[in-house]
């Protein structure tokens, strides 16, 4: 999980859920980007596990994809621009739907980055899916698997927008 | 194949197996009617006067106690022994089913003289005294425990009403064997408490959502909203909880957020502001609004079908009630965002341009067709009750119709049922069956009737506020299947209830008390994963700040409407 600010990076990923919880780990993905010249790929993770709470469900899940996928895309979009903004000359972004572990693994093997930069969770989130150690051990495997290096973003904290 | 779309397979073969064991069974009670001259005739009710079915009615030789004739009581409660041949001295009249105490009765001697000159008696109801068996607390602790799977989220909802279903046919088959007093109900009794109208109304409105949700309306709708509005968050809000509580009057509320959520979020990023100060008074809107047509929740579905009330009856009983908590919603909302909606950064021409880009009709032809279809089976659900039509038939006859206007891909229109859905549906009507059955369901009912007494006014407030606030921490679908008994009972005998106030009391309770917390309705839930993927999450502890006091607004105004309307 060490950052290794001294290696040259040219690609790096971003995987995050949305904004603004994960406004650091945007931050974070810009600035390492700009510093090394670097491609960026954000990468919006959607759990489907939500969707079970929908049962009864009269709407087919089909359509609830597209839909998750387009309001991901807009995300993105808002996020691209800023980084093009900020100077980060090639941005692109993809939308993943489905578990966030199987997931983020997936953008770990498929991307061919060298780094990913991917928010820790917050102990204090009632839905999150990983405990601190669980996470560390999540992260090596992540790098293991894409052999790439993790960054992983403290959280701004679980804000419940009060 | 996808995880989601073996469970559809499966759900699917499970429907089925349950439609087709149905009509095996509707076909082996028909060929059971036997002819004959003479008759004894009677009644059997259970301790709250409701007619009771399959109850084995003999009349046996009092000495030898050979038995002379038989029969079952049918869905009214009737029976008619078929009297052939000299009848013996003394003729006991003996009526058995399980979970009541055995029922005997000699005939007097003035009855077997009409008997032996050919004549047919028919003798006063009969009322079968409850007994509790262990089966009672099995079939009660089943029924916690699916409750409590689906509140944990431990499991799919829809496997938790299959694991519950098991549960008591396992007892009842295997259980019998060790213990006489494990028995619930057998497989064909347990079908008798399937619904098939809400089966079938809610697949006819499946296909029907499928095909409007692929035009793009609601992006469209959403986006227009937007443009009216001038981009004026006070304006905008408004219209955007308009739309929402339409279009859950008419589709079911998780439907809506579904299709809502994503465009507010993005509607809300164009404006620079929160967009929980648009999503949470849309949800609120939609478990409001929804609750004015029989078929904008779940849960009017079920208590239309029940308390046997029209689209027509919803409508006219509910709409006042539901415009006046609507409004103090609006402005209960407005006052809580106000900070949020006032402090809007303007919009973003860049990407106020990627929105309306997105948000264009999709399939304007379908559309049309849609709006024609649609519009017809509103007109035949409201026309309808004059010609005994049921919203099922209108159902299925608009999605057929559609259908085969439109022609879309019939496989994808097939899978765009959700037959996970409808699973859970029998499987909730058999569980909920299942307590009914032992008695659990007729004990609350005798406890409510106790409690409430003659007074209409203290059955309504006991409805209505019971229910909304047990919505909050109660899943509301297995809640009201639970409860209807209870409200039918309490129509019967509170003096006044004849106009099926209480069932609208518990429509108002059960849907809008879902306000009250985020676990209280399955479309909160959905719009709480929605915007906590797009990076606004949504506590526990928020929801029910904000939500607390709208359910204590909307279902007080709600209330006072039909206090209004009933008293």
């Known amino acids: ?162 | 194949m996808r995880p989601a779309a073996r469970m559809a397979r499966l759900s699917l073969i499970v429907l089925f197996a349950f439609i087709a064991a149905a009509g095996w069974q509707y076909a082996v009670a028909a060929s059971q009617s036997t002819p004959g001259d003479q008759f004894l005739m009677g009644r059997v009710l259970d301790p709250q006067d409701t007619p009771l079915e399959g109850a084995a009615i003999r009349l046996v030789d009092g000495q030898s106690g050979e038995v002379i004739a038989e029969a079952l009581s049918q869905p009214d409660g009737r029976y008619a022994l078929p009297i052939t041949g000299d009848l013996p001295q003394d003729p006991l009249l003996m009526i058995e089913r399980d979970h009541y105490k055995i029922f005997g009765q000699e005939l007097g001697r003035d009855l077997l003289g009409v008997l032996a000159q050919g004549g047919t008696i028919s003798l006063p109801s009969i009322t079968l005294e409850r007994q509790i068996t262990a089966a009672f607390w099995i079939a009660t602790l089943v029924f916690v425990l699916v409750l409590v799977l689906i509140a944990t989220g431990l499991f799919h909802n829809t496997l938790a009403t299959l694991i519950g279903v098991t549960l008591i046919y396992a007892v009842s088959y295997i259980g019998e064997h060790l213990h006489e007093g494990l028995y619930i109900f057998d497989f064909q009794r347990s079908l008798h408490y399937i619904d098939w109208n809400v089966i079938f109304l809610i697949m006819g409105m499946m296909i029907v959502i499928a095909v409007v949700e692929e035009t793009g309306i609601f992006q469209w709708l959403a986006f227009f909203a937007y443009r009216i509005s001038g981009g004026r968050p006070y304006i905008l809000l408004p219209i955007l909880m308009l739309i929402t509580g339409v279009a859950s009057a008419f589709l079911d509320n998780v439907t809506t957020m579904l299709l809502m959520t994503p465009i507010t979020v993005q509607i809300a990023l164009v404006l620079g502001i929160d967009p929980l100060a648009f999503i949470l008074p849309e949800v609120m809107a939609s478990n409001v609004v929804g609750v004015s047509t029989l078929i904008g929740t779940p849960t009017n579905i079920l208590i239309g079908s029940f308390g046997q009330i029209s689209f027509n009856g919803f409508l006219i009983n509910l709409t006042p009630g539901v415009l006046l908590a609507f409004v103090g919603l609006i402005l209960y909302s407005a006052y809580i965002y106000r900070k949020d909606l006032g402090g809007s950064q303007g919009a973003s021409e860049l990407l106020l341009e990627r929105l309306s880009e997105r948000s264009r009709i999709q399939q304007p032809e379908d559309l049309k067709k849609a709006g024609v279809v649609g519009a017809g089976m509103i007109l035949l659900f409201i026309l309808g009750e004059r010609f005994h039509l049921l919203p099922a038939v209108t159902a299925i006859m608009g999605a057929t119709a559609l259908l085969v206007w439109i022609r879309p891909d019939i496989e994808k229109m097939i899978e765009a049922v959700d037959w996970t859905t409808l699973v859970f549906f029998l499987a909730l009507f058999i569980t909920v069956g299942a307590i009914q059955e032992v008695g659990l369901i007729g004990m609350i009912a005798a406890l409510v009737g106790r409690v409430v007494g003659d007074s209409l006014l203290l059955a309504m407030l006991g409805v209505t506020w019971l229910s909304a606030l047990l919505s909050m921490v109660i899943a509301n679908i297995p809640f009201t299947a639970a409860m209807l008994p209870v409200v039918g009972f309490l129509t019967r005998t509170v003096p006044g209830a004849g106009s099926k106030a209480l069932y609208f009391c518990l429509s108002v309770g059960s849907a809008m008390g879902g306000n009250g917390s985020l676990i209280g309705a399955s479309a909160n839930m959905v719009t709480a994963g929605i915007s906590e993927s797009a990076g606004y999450p949504i506590s526990y502890a928020y929801f029910f700040k904000k939500g607390l006091p709208a359910l204590l607004i909307t279902v007080g105004l709600a209330f006072a409407w039909l206090l209004i309307r009933f008293l």
């Open chain 1, 1 to 162: 999980m060490a950052e290794m600010s001294k290696a040259k990076y040219d690609h790096i990923v971003c995987a995050i859920r949305g904004r603004p919880a994960n406004r650091n780990t945007v931050e974070r993905a810009i600035e390492l980007a700009l510093e090394h010249h670097a491609r960026l790929g954000f990468h919006l993770v959607i759990p489907e596990d939500f969707l079970e709470a929908a049962a009864p469900l009269m709407s087919p899940a089909r359509t609830v994809f597209e839909r998750l996928r387009e309001m991901g895309e807009y995300i993105l979009a808002v996020l691209c621009d800023e980084a093009h903004r900020r100077g980060v000359r090639h941005v692109d972004v993809h939308v993943h739907i489905g578990d966030v572990r199987e997931e983020l693994l997936e953008i770990a093997r498929q991307s061919g980055a060298q780094v990913l930069v991917l928010g820790e969770p917050d102990p204090a989130h009632p839905r999150s899916i990983f405990t601190p150690e669980s996470f560390r051990e999540f992260v090596r495997e992540l790098e293991q698997a894409g052999h790439l290096t993790v960054i992983a973003v403290p959280p701004e904290s679980w804000i419940a927008l009060e």
